[in-house]
């Protein structure tokens, strides 16, 4: 069980339609995961952060990066490091780690993992990924 006084990172893999959030201890413990409609990403990242005590916010740095990272600074309550990390090839390990976290249940389970197709969007597991990589930065 992770200490809840911990500071929490805040994963944020940014889109156009929608972004992936994920909040994970420096333990790497594992406290929330979701997809959003991109309208509603900067309030909820607002209300997570009076749930969660976040002390740093990591963004991938391809697509809208720059768009978001501006937006974020300039809509969210001071006293946040924001963060950019590299995100190349993290949609294709986000992939690889839903079937982890979710393994094929009945006959899907027979078919290849290559030709698996994933049945829900997985930004929020790319927000992991992005998280992860913040971590293995850190001494």
Known sequence: MSDPTQPMILGFDP???KCGLAIM????TLHYHQVVAAELA???VEQLRQVHLISVLVIGNQTT???WHKQLQAELSPG???TLIDERYSTL?????????YPPQGLARLIPPGMRTLPRPVDDIVAIVLIERYL???P
């Open 65 to 67: 990066a720059k768009t």
């Open 15 to 17: 889109g156009r339609d």
């Open 93 to 101: 390990e986000a992939g690889e780690r839903y079937w982890q976290m």
């Open 42 to 44: 900067i309030a909820t």
């Open 136 to 138: 293995d930065t850190l």
């Open 80 to 82: 946040l490091e924001i």
């Open 25 to 28: 201890a420096r333990d790497r």
